[in-house]
């Protein structure tokens, strides 16, 4: 792309690296790593004509929690108490008002392959939520 000095990069972040919530806080730090990675590339590869976006997808219809092992807590954690809530919070994105993974191609591809897609293209349940709370007091 460089030698070409024209390209994009799509990397998949997360609004959740907008937001934290409770027991996913690994889930957040790793994909606003992504984002501040590809904050990075995009400022680099300017001069080259390469763009960058982030896809930061809202809750979306897949199996990323169904192919997990369920949570588990030694009997002595102080969480254990919240063992239930520790696991609705690692399914929640999963539940019934996920964006169904067909309609999330359908709306965000067209926005990275248009001549000038956003930095960052921002869709899917809950997506608007989790930018306001970026901007809520803890």
């Known amino acids: 792309m460089i030698a070409r000095r024209q390209g ?22 790793s994909k606003a790593a992504v984002h501040v990675l590809s904050d990075t590339m995009r400022m680099e590869l300017a001069p ?10 809202g809750g979306i219809e897949y199996n990323i929690a169904s192919n997990q092992p369920e949570v588990t ?6 969480y254990k108490p919240a063992i239930e809530a520790i696991r609705a919070r690692v399914k929640y994105s999963q539940t019934g008002s996920s964006t169904p993974t067909d309609r999330f191609a359908r709306v965000v591809v067209p926005q990275i392959l248009s001549p000038s897609p956003r930095a960052y293209i921002i869709y899917g349940n809950c997506s608007t939520l989790f930018r306001l709370l970026e901007y809520l007091p803890l």
């Open 73 to 78: 807590l030694a009997e002595d954690s102080p």
């Open 48 to 57: 080259f004509n390469v763009r960058v976006v982030v896809v930061a997808p």
């Open 8 to 29: 994009l990069v799509a990397n998949i972040g997360s609004v959740s690296a907008f937001a934290t919530t409770p027991w996913v806080g690994y889930y957040g730090a």
